[in-house]
């Protein structure tokens, strides 16, 4: 089974424009396992767990974080968690996985990079960076690294003073 996020209780999805957070979301597997439950006893059945409907909730769910007010933390927050699982399912099954999904997610991570950049966040930005270069990579069957090496050359030419 692919868990696509952790959604625990200590680390809650908070809501957009909002202080409310999502309930907890446990799997009811005993009549149907694509049954999803959550604390407040209301249940929306997944459509079938394909790589392109996986890469379709990631990419929901990167877009949601983005807004999310703890989305620039210091510490490993949801979209690095996000990012990691599109990189895992688009290794472990990279011809299903939609190209369209990953060069949008590798451009948004970029620019993303490049937002930290203009906010000084050196730290932030090398890591935004890579994780788009390695997101990129993953494109590497379809476009033969372009994608990937154009990011890296734009990453260099970032310059940090001091």
């Known amino acids: 089974m692919l868990h696509i996020l952790d ?7 908070n809501l957009p424009h909002t202080s409310k957070t999502l309930p907890p979301l446990t799997t009811d597997t005993t009549d149907n396992p ?26 929901i769910f990167y877009t949601l974080s983005l807004s ?12 690095d968690v996000i990012v990691s ?19 949008w997610m590798a ?13 000084a ?4 930005c090398r890591r935004l960076a890579q994780q788009a270069v390695g997101i990129a990579g993953c494109l590497e ?3 033969g690294g372009t994608l990937r090496d ?8 970032l310059v940090w003073e001091g």
């Open 7 to 13: 959604v625990s209780s200590s680390h809650p999805f």
């Open 150 to 157: 154009d990011l890296m050359r734009r990453a260099d030419l």
């Open 107 to 119: 451009s948004t991570t970029f620019n993303r990079a490049i937002d930290a950049y203009c906010t």
């Open 141 to 143: 069957r379809v476009d």
């Open 34 to 59: 694509q049954r999803i439950v959550s604390s407040r006893t209301t249940s929306t059945t997944l459509p079938p767990r394909s790589v392109p409907a996986l890469a379709r909730y990631l990419r």
């Open 121 to 124: 966040d050196e730290v932030g």
């Open 68 to 79: 999310s007010p703890t989305a620039n933390t210091t510490e490993e927050n949801k979209t």
């Open 85 to 103: 699982r599109v990189v895992e399912l688009a290794t472990t099954a990279p011809e299903e996985y939609p190209a369209e999904e990953l060069e």
